[in-house]
């Protein structure tokens, strides 16, 4: 599997996202949250980054943020053995940690979607 992130698989669209929010299964670590619906019938696995607002105001570190979640998921995303997930990834932490905690904490929640 090719460790790159084509525009196929980001989640959009609201009915997309809502569907998720609403019958996916929530899962957390320390400083993230995750929401999984499997089984979607798209044929990939698309996922979705969330830093909020009301934790970060700068722009500069919410996006610095979005951007290590989705490296550190481009990275590992060979440890779902089934293509067919959405995922919502919404950081949960009012600091800003280094990508090897983000990194580690992503392959945690990834092995836990892929049980």
Known sequence: MQATL????RLSGKTAIAVLTGK????????????CL???GSGLNRIMVSVPKRL??????RNLLKRR??????????LLPTPGHDI???????????FSVIFEEVAELLQKIGK
């Open 38 to 40: 499997s089984e979607t």
């Open 88 to 98: 919502l990834f919404v950081y949960n932490s009012s600091g800003i940690v280094d």
């Open 24 to 35: 996916g299964r929530w899962d957390h670590t320390s400083h993230l949250r995750c929401c």
């Open 56 to 61: 970060f105001k700068r722009a500069v570190k």
């Open 6 to 9: 084509p525009k196929e698989e």
């Open 69 to 78: 979640l989705r490296e550190a998921y481009r990275l590992q995303k060979g």
